[in-house]
Nanobody
Framework: QVQLVESGGGSVQTGESLRLSCVAS????????VAWFRQAPGKERALVSY????????EYADSVKGRFSISRDLVKQTVYLQMNDLKPEDTALYSC???????????????WGQGTQVTVSS
């Protein structure tokens, strides 16, 4: 079992930054990957980024490359998503999830957090 709790969301202006945190408890290292997904109103949930616990392999959606950075702290069992140069189109509910495979497929992630809202206004 793994529990995930996100925090760090909020309301910001275009161009500002936020750092999201995903704290894992239980047996987080039994899963290989931690990912951030986001779902905007009226849109499908989509992968933003993922990172592997063991060696820090990362992947990003094209829409956030160069602006977002994912990292992990093994001692704190926490994955961070640093979001810079935020745009209105980044507005969404951001959720972290963990699973065994490095993939964008949501169905491969078997533990999810409750999400944290990010709102970017112009």
């Amino acid at each position: 079992q793994v529990q995930l709790v996100e925090s760090g969301g909020g309301s910001v202006q275009t161009g500002e930054s936020l750092r999201l945190s995903c704290v894992a408890s239980g047996r987080p290292f039994g899963r290989k990957v931690v990912a951030w997904f986001r779902q905007a109103p009226g849109k499908e949930r989509a992968l933003v980024s993922y990172i592997t616990w063991s060696d820090g392999i990362t992947e990003y959606a094209d829409s956030v490359k160069g602006r977002f950075s994912i990292s992990r702290d093994l001692v704190k069992q926490t994955v961070y998503l640093q979001m810079n140069d935020l745009k209105p189109e980044d507005t969404a509910l951001y959720s972290c999830a963990t699973g065994l495979y490095m993939t964008e497929r949501q169905s491969s992630y078997d533990y999810w957090g409750q999400g944290t809202q990010v709102t970017v206004s112009s």
